[in-house]
């Protein structure tokens, strides 16, 4: 455990805004996505992976980042809602299929740490309690957030009805964000994806981060299927609780 985590979001939460915008979204749930649609429209220029993760900031970024930016602020947050995190003016939620989010999230962490296919699937959703984690997550945003983005529309881009949920709480022509967001289609994000030889450090060779490539079907398919019966009767359990 990272003893220091809380003094850091506690000092910087301390210069955020209530007029930054706030995207709450679990890992997995195309956070990226949402904030290069956002970047673009807010800085008016396309950037790519790198540069979007250097303005587009996560709750508890260090101070002398977030003091920095002298325009509208887009922060994300992976986690439960806590003591830190303001009452935004916008708040924009990724919903995703719990089961389907933590199949996708052991295979990106996977790609960052492939000692994992020892332990199997089972053991890295215990010893990472995420099944508590998704839930959790989910129940404590809820009531805070009106404006929920399925992520099965993103990945079927379906963004007439994306863009006319999201422009009013932006202040955008529905028009513009539909724009924006066709500009950022799964084969264009494949493509802009250009990650900084550090960031590309992270993960194995052949790892895809947008979109579906063989080394993701074939970590999926070594999951075996009474794993994923039983990661549902638990999703189910953590739920009625």
Known sequence: MNYLQPIRWLVSSAVYSKDDILIVGLPKTATTWLKTVLVQLYYEDSKSFDQVN???LEY??????IINS????II?????????????RVKIGLKRDILDNIVSYYVYSFAK???LRNFGFKKFVINNNVVEWFV????????????WLDFDDIQAENYEKLSCALAPK???????VHSVMRENNKESSIRKSNMSNKHKSKFIEG????????LKKEVRREIPNEDLVWLKKLIEEKQKR
Do not use: M
Request: proline share 5%; glycine share 8%.
């Open 113 to 115: 740490k492939p000692s």
């Open 54 to 56: 250097s303005v587009a």
């Open 60 to 65: 508890g970024s260090p101070i002398k980042q």
């Open 136 to 147: 959790k997550f989910y129940c404590s945003w809820d009531s805070c957030i009106d404006t």
């Open 170 to 176: 932006i202040g955008y022509d529905p028009g513009l």
């Open 76 to 88: 994300k947050t992976h986690r439960a809602k806590n003591i830190f995190h303001l009452d935004h």
């Open 70 to 73: 002298d325009r509208t602020r």
């Open 207 to 214: 790892f895809q981060f947008v979109g579906e490539s063989e």
